[in-house]
């Protein structure tokens, strides 16, 4: 079953940017409906942004005008683009099929703090 490598993460100061990637194994990348999410210590996860397989894109309002999710099937991967980071947006960022199926990755670490 496909999996997904998530990568990108790492410490930034409140105000900067990030691009976190996802990248696909196999070749149905295309075909699936995707999310990125996180969980924040001592919270649950959340889905921060979804995008369909023609490029339709949603976010929660908590990221909107921040983040930026956008994909590219050639190369099997999928990004999200974060900016103006706040404390907040700390967590572990995850990237899943939005159906469901398939296990979590390790996710990336995302710290936003001065």
């Known amino acids: 079953q496909v999996q997904f490598v998530e990568s990108g993460g790492g410490l930034v100061q409140p105000g900067g940017s990030l691009r976190l990637s996802c990248a696909a194994s196999?070749?149905?990348?295309?075909?699936?409906?995707m999310g990125w999410y996180r969980q924040a210590a001592g919270k649950q996860r959340e889905l921060v942004a979804e995008?369909?397989?023609?490029?339709?894109?949603n976010y929660g309002d908590f990221v909107k005008g921040r983040f930026t999710i956008f994909r590219d099937n050639a190369k099997n991967t999928m990004y999200l683009q974060m900016s103006s980071l706040k404390p907040e947006d700390t967590a572990v960022y995850y990237c899943?099929?939005?159906?469901?199926?398939?296990?979590w990755g390790q996710g990336t670490q995302v710290t936003v703090s001065s």
């Open positions: 899943r099929r939005l159906d469901g199926i398939g296990p």
């Open positions: 196999g070749s149905m990348f295309s075909f699936y409906d």
């Open positions: 995008i369909s397989t023609g490029g339709s894109t």
